[in-house]
């Protein structure tokens, strides 16, 4: 009996699991669907990267010799999600039973295993851990450290290893990826691409169908093909990787990108694979010019932070994403949406959003969930603008980032502690409080950073949950060792800033 074999827009790899297991008479199901393009307002250039990236997928697939059914957006017989396009693709083959990669979403999973056709998830090996493997390392830890899993897939995968040892005599050169970045006007941008036919038409369909959606579908520059990530790997290697560690945690006004590698989108879709890019990039440093902090900077994110968020993700259940331990109700305030602001890194961070659909990771920690934190926004809203406003947002590796590491609501499986700073912080690693209508030094007084009295705000009503940890134990010595009116002048300018953002007055 035929099956219909089910790939989704961020399994976008020739090697997929649901795929491999395809035997001659199965029928490839493809499906644009407005429930997983409308689940949230997903950024313009996200829906054209995944709808043009799934179109020239379906074409190699095509090529291949695979049968295969696509439902595009504007199909009028187009069901509208993934399980009414399977029922309807099955009803018209005569399909019995349905074989798909396991989704990264908890929603999709649901879906897929509620529905009434047979289905059979197999496991989505295109990561260097398998969720087993996670869950055995996890098991019986009092706590889930990146550190200490990311050494253990150093050790599996002997990406810069020396026999048992870590290359270099370290395993992390983290201290050393810590500069502020300079202008620089010969820095190499990543790697652009003319769209073509499948994408033309792919950008006239979503300007014409989620044109309202936040963000800026225009200029579009993604890869949307394999060949096309493998040229970006390759750029990215050569131009950008030796200089990737120093100016790792920069952030530059007129430099949106610095040496980050826009890899993300390609690795989440499915185009490029962990191993073949660290494998490239363990090369480079091989070959001589990538100094060793850049190429243990650059691993440490994949095999490290990428599978150690997706391992939590799964191991922690379907309610992960809804977590909110610190009991944060604030709704998100409207300038995460392009509203007013007189705060220059959030007025940075945001339009860069709206016009490249990315921002790197610190502009997202530091500055936008930074402030979300501080301002005490539900998590569940943050959720949802990370999701939305992020080419490579995908819930797997999402939600971790979001609602565990920047936002401290799953109540430190992700993080030890909370991601929070003052201005000091964006001042030391940027160049966007020169030119800020605000005083990053003042504490108190009309032109103070909002940055500063809100951290005092937060540790301040959070001390019981802070003040035992032995990583915030200075912080909270500096605020006893204040002066108590100094203390109450800090916090009541916090309440005036909160007080602003509920009334939507500009801040
Ligand atoms: C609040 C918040 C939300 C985030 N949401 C996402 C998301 O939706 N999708 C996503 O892929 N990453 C997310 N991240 C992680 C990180 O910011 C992005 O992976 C990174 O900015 C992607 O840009 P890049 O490819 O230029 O990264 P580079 O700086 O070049 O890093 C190289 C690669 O390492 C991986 N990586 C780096 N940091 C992380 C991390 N913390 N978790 C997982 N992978 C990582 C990415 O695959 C990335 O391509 C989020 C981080 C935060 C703080
Ligand atoms: S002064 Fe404060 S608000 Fe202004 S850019 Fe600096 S950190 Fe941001």
Redesign the pocket.
Known sequence: MVRLILVLGDQLSHDLTALRAAEPGDVVVMAEVADEAGYVQHHPKKIALVFSAMRHFAEELREAGRDLLYTRSDDPGNAGSIMSELIRRAEETGAGEVIATRPGEWRLIAALEDGPLKVTLLPDDRFVCSLEEFDAWAEGRKELRMEWFYREMRRKTGLMMDGDKPAGGKWNYDHDNRKRAEPDMFRAKPMQFTPDDITQEVLDVVEARFGDNFGELHPFWFGVTRRQALRALDH?VKYSLPG?GDV?DAMLRDDR?LN??????Y??LGLLGPLEVCERVEKAWQAGGVPINAAEG?IR??IG??EF?RGVYFREGPDYAQRNALNHQRKLPALYWGGETNMACLRAAVDQTREEA????IQ??MV??NFALLAGVNPAEVHEW??AV?A???EW??A???VG??QFADGGVVGSKPYVSSGNYINKMSDYCVGCSHDVKARTGPKACPFNPLYWHFLNRHRDRFAKNPRMANIYRTWERMKAVEQSRILKEAEAILDRLSTEEVV
């Open positions: 990215f990737f790792q990108f980050h590698s826009l890899l993300s989108i690795l989440n650059f994110q994949i932070w990428r968020v990315y921002a790197h990771h997202r920690l936008t969930g990370y999701l992020y490579d947002a995908f590796v999402e971790p980032n979001t590491m920047s």
